[in-house]
């Protein structure tokens, strides 16, 4: 059964810096892999959709890379900001066309 | 402007009560989802429907009903089977059911029963 984990739970870093965050799934039988971000008590936006043949996706300040075969994501967040501060999520999709999500990264950028 | 709403945003029920949740999007997209969020858990699906008139359960659909009678309407009912219905609610749509495809989200609905 796939499961998807993002670790840490929760981030705290300084404005301006750059910083990573992980996804890591379980089973390599992936169609596509995406990013989205939520507000607090907000729906989800989606940042990035990575394919399965796809190795990265890039958008505005933000990389999302895909390494099936290690079952990792990390999406990279350049000169972070303090509206960049929110929940980050990670979802793949399975052989049924199904999302599988991760719990989520809380990130918050401290001005 | 296109996209889902969700309504409504807060909702209290006392337990034992039936509660339906609203879902409408004017995209055009066949697929429809609900999902459910609890803190410190990723997403889990309650029930999909990729075309009218027809849905699918998801990993968590016991406790709860869909109905798919019009392409833009998606209405959720938690009834009270649901053993531990409060929790965040969130509607999905995309324009098929497939890898291609992103879902788009709507604002959520926050049950809260008592």
């Known amino acids: 059964k796939q499961e998807v984990t993002q670790i840490p739970a929760a981030l705290s870093v300084p404005e301006g810096e750059n910083l990573v965050l992980n996804c890591s799934f379980t089973?390599?039988?992936?169609?596509?892999l995406q990013w989205f971000r939520q507000d607090p008590g907000k729906g989800l936006t989606s940042l990035l959709l990575?394919?399965?043949s796809q190795r990265e996706q890039t958008s505005g300040r933000l990389n999302a890379s895909l390494d099936k075969s290690s079952g990792r994501s990390t999406l990279y967040i350049a000169a972070s900001q303090p509206g960049d501060s929110a929940t980050y999520l990670c979802?793949?999709?399975?052989?049924?066309?199904?999302?599988?999500w991760g719990a989520g990264t809380k990130l918050i950028i401290k001005p | 402007d296109g996209g889902i709403t969700q309504s409504p945003k807060y909702l209290f029920r006392k337990e034992g009560q039936n509660v339906t949740l609203s879902c409408e999007q004017n995209?055009?997209?066949?697929?429809m989802y609900w999902y459910r969020q609890d803190p410190g858990q990723g997403l889990r699906l309650i029930y999909y429907?990729?075309?009218?008139?027809?849905?699918q359960k998801g990993d968590i659909a016991e406790g709860y009903s869909v109905s798919r009678e019009k392409k833009e309407s998606f209405p959720l009912t938690v009834t009270s089977a649901q053993k531990n219905p409060t929790a965040f609610y969130l509607c999905?749509?995309?324009?098929?059911?497939?890898?291609?495809?992103?879902?788009?989200f709507g604002p959520g609905t926050r049950l809260t029963v008592t």
């Open positions: 429907s990729q075309i009218v008139n027809d849905f």
């Open positions: 995209l055009n997209h066949d697929a």
């Open positions: 089973d390599s039988a992936i169609y596509n």
């Open positions: 999905a749509s995309s324009y098929r059911e497939g890898f291609s495809y992103e879902q788009y």
């Open positions: 990575i394919q399965s």
């Open positions: 979802a793949v999709m399975d052989s049924n066309y199904q999302l599988i």
